[in-house]
């Protein structure tokens, strides 16, 4: 009987994990796509390899580079950290200027990710 009930538990773990795992990942898509939303609304000029983006173009990039290597950025700092903060190919960070300020798009990113998780 023991080993029944053993038997019972370890399934009900097994299928446990998966659920906690999807429901991490699909908080960490949430706030990437919140991300996005925020970078296209922003009305911010992002500058990449040189070449300045307006936000629209910006937060297709990023989407972009999302969709292509999603399997880098299973949280939303990941995302930021490893595609959305400088070129995978020439490794120039990325800037953005929102009126008179010109700052790392990374900085910016984590920042706009800590109010996010601060809202009720």
Wanted: overall charge negative.
């Amino acid at each position: 009987m023991s080993r029944t009930i053993l038997s019972t538990l370890l399934l009900l773990a097994s299928l446990a994990l998966p659920t906690t795992a999807i429901s991490a990942q699909d908080q960490a898509d949430a706030e990437i796509q919140h991300l996005l939303g925020f970078v296209a609304a922003s009305g911010c000029t992002f500058v990449r390899n040189g070449d300045p983006h307006d936000s629209a173009d910006a937060a297709d990039h990023l989407r972009l580079k999302y969709d292509r290597g999603r399997r880098y950025a299973d949280t939303a700092e990941h995302f930021i950290d490893r595609l959305a903060s400088a070129s995978s190919w020439s490794g120039e960070p990325y800037t953005v200027t929102c009126g008179a300020i010109t700052e790392p798009s990374g900085e910016w990113l984590h920042r706009a990710l800590a109010e996010y998780r601060q809202q009720p």
